[in-house]
């Protein structure tokens, strides 16, 4: 049985790589290639063409929308869209409740070695006192701290319960970052550059450094796969591509 996909925000750089990875895949059919606005404005189900599988790969302010609009036209959905914080995803879970048949999955990146390394740094959150996160991305990208960057943020944090939040002197300093969930974020954009991720964790004498650098959109080919071939089964909402990779991140 082939499954019918229309992808929101095929225009762009991942919208049209997550389009020609549905169009190579046997058992999918790419039945609406649309742009990011064209979930919200056309205001109807119908413009994703009876796809069982909507992919949202647009931008933060349009995203939550387009999500909930593909999701009245009874399809699961697929977000590789940045901006999904913990508030967003509750109210998302808080949908999904009134729509036990459906499901929504929530993918802040598509990278193994990414998730990989978020994985990494929880595991070694909870024996560091201080946790800092630098990410690098182009400098076309319009959303700051990144998705992923808030997803590695609150994972720390929740890896870090027993313990306690880290330790982040002179946080009332513009300098000093974003803090997502006690975590200090900071984000740099520059040209030549596509996407990297240090975490800093400290203690008394030592310094480990977690870093992940995407340096071809290949990377993301592995997983957005993956998702794709784990979505239409889902029900309720998961979140992150460590859910189908066995590592929770």
């Given amino acids: ?3 019918p ?18 169009e190579e895949l046997p058992d999918f059919e790419l039945v609406a290639r649309l742009s990011s606005r064209d979930g919200v404005h056309e205001a109807s189900p119908d ?21 909930e609009t593909a999701l009245a036209s009874g399809a699961n959905v697929l977000v590789g869209t940045s901006g999904w914080s913990a508030e967003r995803l ?8 009134d729509r036990p048949e459906q499901g929504a999955f929530v993918v802040p990146n598509f990278s ?14 909870p024996w560091f006192p201080s946790v800092e996160i630098v990410e690098t991305h182009h400098a076309g990208k319009v959303d700051s701290p990144s998705g992923t960057a808030v997803r590695t943020a609150e994972l720390i944090a929740e890896a ?17 970052g974003q803090q997502v969930a006690s975590v200090p974020v900071h984000s740099l954009r520059l040209p ?7 975490v800093v964790l400290s203690g008394p004498g030592e310094t480990l450094t977690i870093r992940h650098d995407t340096t071809d959109d ?10 794709l071939e784990a979505v239409g089964s889902m029900r309720g909402l998961t979140v992150g591509l460590g859910a189908v990779l066995g590592i929770g991140a």
């Fill in 218 to 227: 290949s990377a993301y080919l592995p997983g957005i796969r993956a998702a």
């Fill in 160 to 176: 870090r319960r027993d313990v306690g939040p880290v330790e982040a002197p002179h946080v009332d300093q513009r300098a000093r």
């Fill in 5 to 22: 996909v229309a992808v929101v925000g095929a225009t762009g750089r991942l919208g049209g790589l997550v389009a020609s990875v549905v």
């Fill in 192 to 198: 030549g550059v596509k996407a990297v991720q240090d």
């Fill in 90 to 97: 509750a109210r998302l879970r808080t949908l999904l409740a």
């Fill in 1 to 3: 049985m082939v499954t």
């Fill in 47 to 67: 413009v994703f063409a009876g796809a069982a599988v909507v992919v949202d790969v647009t931008v933060p302010a349009l995203s939550p929308a387009i999500v």
């Fill in 112 to 125: 193994l070695g990414s998730v990989l390394g978020t994985h990494l740094a929880t595991i070694a959150a």
